[in-house]
């Protein structure tokens, strides 16, 4: 995905001579960045600060020139980003850190991606736009990893197909959805597998009002539980994108309404509620 932002205009009418500090951002299939800066001088010492918005945590790398009025700084998808949303600055020596516009964002290597079933972990990086104009990078940093692909939303269940990257799946493989009712209430879910893929199966007639988390554990009761999310692509945000129908269906106790949706943190999540 091609984006491009313009400066607010009030920072044209600041009284300054040049153009806010902004930068453009190339993505790459491994989950590294690279950051061109424009907008501050090509002498002193300059750095890229990603500043953690959840923890007192910042991570420097070094803006070098690159040509045409450009600094660069190059973020590997070899090193840690913790999981978050990171806020970007530009940060010369002897100054305060100055926050970075959003330039053009170059993801079209984040697009249907496929780090292999052999990646050890999924390390992924989305640069995008804030609602107050400045650049700030979604993280997510998980080993092992389901990634959730096609949905059908059927009249009595939903099926979800995806990929496991980081760990076996196997024959035994099995999901869980998990409740957030404060009650530990778990709901087994069948999985079949097929050419290194799994499919798994919600029916809604099994599940209470409450808000449901998808579990898989691709190795039965043996193995690790791996949160299903969609991350493999360019969309930071899934949550306002990927809307799913909410779907009635009735129980012996009453008429219940079952809508699937993708969190905050681009994790896949089921409501259920009592129909009115």
Known sequence: MMSLATPHSEDQQAGKDTLPPRADCVADAAGGLTFDVTGIPEDGTHELLLRSRDEDTDVRLPLTPAGGGRLRAALPGSVELPEGRWDVYAHTA???????QPGLN??????DRDPGPGAERIAVRIPYVTKHNN???RSWLRAPHAEAGELHIGEGELTVRGRVHGTPLTPSAHAELRGRDGAETVVEAEVTVEDG???LTVVYGTLT????DLWLCPAGG??????????LDDIADKKPIFAYPRIRTERADGALTVQAYY???NDLSVTVANAS
């Open 94 to 100: 002897g100054a305060e850190p100055r926050r970075l």
């Open 106 to 111: 170059d993801l079209r290597a984040l697009v």
């Open 197 to 199: 893929e799994f499919t």
């Open 263 to 265: 969190t905050a943190d």
């Open 135 to 137: 650049l700030t990078v």
């Open 222 to 231: 043996s193995g690790p539980a791996v949160r299903v999310a969609r991350l």
């Open 209 to 212: 009002a409450d808000v449901w």
